[in-house]
């Protein structure tokens, strides 16, 4: 069964640029996450979509990030203008609707603002 | 708020020793709590993954327990290896959520 995929694996960028990051999960997850990690510290929900609809935008700092998820399947999410402390690994993750117990997390994207 | 805790924040030990690492929540209203093992440059894995209902869990050398009165859960890693190096990393989904709040993560290195 293949994993959860993430492009690219890294990218670096000047501040004020923009930045996309593609999710590609699990084959019939329903359930999608992007979690920011910033060096040092555990993973922090940005996002949950169920299907392609948004369940929980709350940490997402809607003045520059975005995300979508068309057709309830790939997910993109975009950084604009993009901030120092943006730096940070994005990792998307995937469970099924009737399994939430168990989440597969993708390797990552990681980004380097200077 | 539910904040989550590790402590240590790293840990190096030859290998053989037992070890324990530890794990703490300020809101025991949990759905469940979960440990999760990340290489260097990789995601995330989750090793074991214990029900608000549970008292532990065991998979091969390792062993999770939870207290969630007293907002605690332990990872017992029992024998350990070289390859067991990585950074472990508690969540817990605190109840009507699906969402994962994380600690901060033990960083473990085991030598030969």
């Known amino acids: 069964e293949a994993g959860v995929a993430q492009s690219p694996r890294y990218k670096i960028i000047e501040k004020r640029q923009s930045v996309a990051f593609w999710c590609n999960p699990i084959?019939?997850?329903?359930?999608l996450y992007w979690y920011q990690q910033i060096l040092g510290q555990g993973p922090k929900l940005l996002i949950q979509?169920?299907?392609?609809?948004?369940?929980?935008d709350s940490q997402l700092p809607k003045d520059r990030f975005s995300a979508e998820r068309l057709k309830g399947v790939d997910s993109t999410l975009k950084i604009q203008p993009a901030k120092l402390e943006d730096s940070a690994v994005y990792l998307c993750?995937?469970?099924?609707?009737?399994?939430?117990?168990?989440?597969?997390f993708g390797e990552g994207s990681w980004l380097t603002v200077v | 708020k539910q904040e989550v805790t590790q402590i240590p924040a790293a840990l190096s030990v030859p290998e053989g020793e037992n070890l324990v690492l530890n794990c703490s929540f300020t809101d025991s209203a949990i759905y469940n709590l979960q440990w999760f093992r990340q290489d260097p440059g990789k995601g995330l894995t989750s090793l074991l993954l214990i029900q608000s209902s549970q008292r532990e869990q065991t998979s091969g050398r390792l062993n999770a327990s939870l207290d969630k009165s007293s907002g605690r859960s332990t990872l017992y890693i029992a024998a350990s290896q070289p390859g067991d190096s990585a950074t472990y990393l508690c969540?817990?989904?605190?109840?009507?959520?699906?969402?994962?709040?994380f600690g901060t993560g033990t960083r473990l290195q085991v030598f030969p």
């Open positions: 993750a995937s469970s099924l609707d009737l399994d939430r117990n168990t989440i597969y």
């Open positions: 979509f169920q299907n392609n609809g948004v369940v929980d």
């Open positions: 969540a817990v989904r605190p109840l009507g959520t699906d969402k994962l709040i």
């Open positions: 084959s019939g997850h329903a359930t």
